[in-house]
């Protein structure tokens, strides 16, 4: 069974940056297309960033780009997220996802195709 377990959330103030990680772990054959996706309280779950089964293609939600980094962290199978300019409404827990098939990044903006969810990490942004 793969397993993703996310690490580097926290609390930061308004313009401050942070830098969340995900690491992999189980039987993985081959190359996982990776992201973000983050849940505020009382909102549904929304897609943040991909990248893509190579690493080499990113794609962000509007409310992040420009802001945001998606990238491996330096090993296969593995997925940080630079966030830097921070706001209050980044607030949310920041889930690590995976997915087995290589597809485009754009399709990654869907939750449904996903097959691996890490637990979650929380960042909370003070205004």
């Known amino acids: 069974q793969v397993q993703l377990v996310e690490s580097g959330g926290g609390l930061v103030h308004t313009g401050e940056s942070l830098r969340l990680s995900c690491a992999t772990s189980?039987?993985?054959?081959?190359?996982?297309?990776m992201g973000w996706w983050r849940q505020a309280p009382g909102k549904e779950r929304e897609f943040v960033a991909a990248l893509n089964w190579d690493g080499g293609i990113t794609y962000y939600a509007d409310s992040v780009k420009g802001r945001f980094t998606v990238s491996r962290c330096g090993a296969k199978n593995t997925a940080c997220l630079e966030m830097s300019n921070l706001r209050p409404e980044d607030t949310a827990v920041y889930f690590c996802?995976?997915?087995?098939?290589?597809?485009?990044?754009?399709?990654?903006?869907?939750?449904?195709?996903?097959?691996?969810w890490g637990q979650g990490t929380q960042v909370t942004v003070s205004s």
């Open positions: 189980g039987r993985i054959v081959g190359s996982l297309g």
């Open positions: 996802v995976a997915v087995r098939s290589a597809m485009s990044v754009q399709a990654m903006a869907a939750q449904r195709v996903y097959d691996y």
